[in-house]
């Protein structure tokens, strides 16, 4: 991801942030299953996927502990 995106990130609600955390795993699935029959040759996407699955992750973290905090 660009800094842009991630940027944009942080704009996003928590429901929308899971939708995208949602879609992501199920590109992982998919890339993953093209790579074992050889469909695709770019093995970098599964990696690319995990780490932004990570900073979605990351940021509803984030929240959750902010909240916790001032409660």
Known sequence: MKRNDI?????????????????????????SMELALQKIKNVTAVGKKKKTIAQILTILRQRELK?????
């Open 7 to 31: 940027k944009e990130l942080f704009t996003k609600t928590d429901k929308e942030l899971s939708e995208l955390l949602k879609g992501e795993r199920d590109d992982i699935a998919k890339i």
């Open 67 to 71: 909240q916790h905090e001032n409660t």
